[in-house]
């Protein structure tokens, strides 16, 4: 996904650059380090996870200083340990102190995303199920939080409101009934495959009915999920989500349903601890 976007990537470092360093640049390392400096650093992880963002990471150091070495010792969707390096860093001091916030700013966010997703993948191994990002993204960053997810073992829903239809509470409040929403949709974009989200069983039978390609279960607990298991019996796809957490994902998994979406996996992931040293 990274390597296609390599524009909007750009963008979104460069806007985290500008943020960081605004006009003057560095101040600090600018009057401590006046003349060319050369230095040696690393890399290194402070916490076990799930590495993602080490390519951008290195796009940092090398749109603020392309002089900077930055040498990966790992790959995105690797394991890391505590006390492991991570990449072996050498330049001036200016190039490496002043994109060394912002290269970690990614790597810790996006690396605890991964890791976050690798424990939702893991709870629901055992069954036929796959785990789901959502739009709720940091504004700005949902190209490589997404990523991210896809790096821990995830799947991606929609990237955004243009690319899938996906019929919510308002839509249906706004059409009428669910079915009505269906129809308009499908009216209005033949070619795309239509997800309409419901919110109790008479919907669910009532969507089922259209033919729709994939009902979304809105917190619905695990008992109704269960029945609309049941009631759709294979016919289409079926998506739970709305209060997922690790400690229910696995008895939601055991259900049945194809798909299960996730929003805290980008939404309330803690960053991997990784720090950059200097020697």
């Known amino acids: 996904m990274i390597k296609t976007h390599q524009e909007e990537l750009e963008k979104i470092i460069n806007n985290a650059l500008k943020e960081d360093l605004g006009t003057c640049g560095d101040i600090t390392t600018q009057a401590i380090f006046p003349t060319t400096k050369k230095i040696k650093g690393f890399v290194q992880s402070e916490s076990s996870g799930i590495l993602a963002g ?5 796009k940092v150091f090398e749109m603020v200083d392309s002089s900077t070495v930055f040498k990966a010792e790992f790959k995105d969707g690797d394991k890391v340990k505590e006390g492991q390096l991570i990449a072996k860093l050498e330049g ?9 916030r912002v290269a970690l700013n990614f790597l810790q966010h996006l690396s605890g995303i991964a890791t976050l997703t690798s424990k939702f993948v893991k709870k629901v191994k055992p069954y036929k199920v796959d785990i789901y990002d959502t739009r709720k993204t940091t504004p700005g960053l949902r190209l490589i939080e997404k990523y991210a997810v896809k790096v821990g073992g995830g799947c991606n829903h929609r990237m955004g409101l243009y690319d899938a239809i996906l019929i919510k509470d308002n839509h249906i409040a706004g059409a009428g009934s669910v079915r009505r ?3 308009f949709a499908c009216k209005g974009c033949p070619d795309k495959k239509i997800e309409v ?3 109790n069983l008479e919907q669910v039978k009532e969507a089922l009915e259209t033919g729709v390609d994939i009902i979304m279960l809105d917190n619905m607990d695990v008992k109704t999920i269960k029945k609309a298991v049941e009631i759709v019996d294979g016919r289409t796809i079926l998506e739970a989500s709305g209060g997922i957490t690790l400690d229910n994902v696995e008895e939601v998994a055991k259900t049945g349903v194809d ?3 996730v929003g805290a996996i980008t939404q309330a992931s803690t960053p991997l601890n990784i720090s950059i040293e200097l020697k």
């Open 54 to 58: 080490i390519e951008i990471a290195a």
């Open 197 to 199: 989200e419901t919110e």
């Open 92 to 100: 001036d001091v200016c190039g490496i102190l002043s994109a060394e």
């Open 181 to 183: 929403a269906i129809e």
């Open 259 to 261: 798909r299960i979406s």
